[in-house]
């Protein structure tokens, strides 16, 4: 069974900065296009960020341009470098990978933005 481990969610105050590791399990990161999701309280979960085993990267439009999303093939591990942070952005934040058609989840790492 494949595992994705988010580490490094939260509390920041806004327009501050935080970073986001997922470490997977080294038999499906490859070939995996990887993601992170989030997912604010009432809300649907949301996608964040995408990036393909070749490293073609897009984001939600939302964003404006200020998280950035990376992959480590050698540590088997993606990243989310999250910038000029805002209360919106307070969500459980997801890792992702789809393996060959399966979809496996982190567990979540909470992010929250104070005003």
């Known amino acids: 069974q494949a595992q994705l481990v988010e580490s490094g969610g939260g509390l920041v105050q806004a327009g501050g900065s935080l970073s986001l590791s997922c470490a997977v399990s080294?038999?499906?990161?490859?070939?995996?296009?990887m993601g992170w999701y989030r997912q604010a309280p009432g809300k649907q979960r949301e996608l964040v960020a995408t990036?393909?085993?070749?490293?073609?990267?897009k984001y939600a439009d939302s964003l404006e341009g200020r998280f950035t999303i990376s992959r480590d093939n050698a540590k088997n591990t993606i990243y989310l470098q999250m910038n000029g942070l805002k209360t919106e952005d307070t969500a459980v934040y997801y890792c992702?990978?789809?393996?060959?058609?399966?979809?496996?989840w982190g567990q979540g790492t909470q992010v929250t933005v104070s005003s």
């Open positions: 992702n990978a789809d393996f060959r058609g399966r979809l496996f």
């Open positions: 080294q038999i499906i990161f490859k070939t995996s296009d």
């Open positions: 990036i393909t085993s070749d490293s073609r990267i």
